[in-house]
């Protein structure tokens, strides 16, 4: 019989560190899942996983019970690509203008008709990784969580550890931001 998460925690918490694989094992798919919308090189992925590992096993007993472990971990896990992205903002090397000729057909479609231009999605979804690659970490962490996961701002702000106050403004501001960068890359293309 598989044993729960409260039962592998307290093992792990007495000294029985092999307790710890089983947490590993069940919740990893989870962690890397989240981590490949932050980061683009598989090998950043597993720095990020590896890095959300070590701190939950240190943390372990900081863990209240209070909320289901995955709750916890995932706040763990947000909070650990949001350093990540504050560490890695200053080595970004993307250039708008490296926009490849289908990511410039579908833009130019969904210009034309954004509801016609769900064909290219692969497209589409290069374009916007691009875009959010230019964002600031706060930025990208906000339009990730509330407009690619749909999560809403109550749950953005138990993730983060922010206010909900502080989540809506800084929602607001990732938004003009991101307007900001699509302008700068119609212009950098256009003129």
Not at 17 to 32: E, H, I, M, N, Q
Not at 35 to 55: C, F, G, H, M, N
Not at 111 to 135: F, R, T
């Amino acid at each position: 019989m598989e044993r729960s998460d409260a039962e592998l925690i307290a093992a792990v918490l007495k000294g029985d560190t092999d307790s710890f694989a089983p947490l590993v094992a069940r919740y990893s798919p989870r962690v890397f899942a989240t981590a490949r919308r932050y980061a683009r090189k598989e090998s950043e992925v597993e720095d990020i996983a590896q890095e959300v590992w070590l701190r939950a096993y240190q943390k372990l007993s900081s863990f209240r019970g209070e909320a289901p472990f995955e709750h916890w971990l995932m706040r763990l896990t947000v909070r650990v690509c949001y350093d990540f992205l504050r560490e890695h903002q200053r080595n970004r090397e993307v250039a708008l203008t490296e926009i490849t000729e289908d990511q410039e057909d579908w833009l130019e479609r969904f210009n034309q008709d954004p509801a016609g231009a769900d064909s290219g999605a692969q497209a589409a979804k290069e374009l916007i990784d691009k875009v959010l690659e230019q964002l600031s970490p706060a930025a990208r962490l906000i339009i990730t969580l509330l407009e690619i996961e749909e999560r809403p701002v109550k749950e953005i702000a138990q993730l983060t550890g922010w206010s909900v106050s502080l989540v809506k403004v800084r929602a607001f501001r990732a938004r003009r931001e991101m307007r900001k960068v699509l302008e700068r890359m119609a212009r950098d293309k256009y003129y």
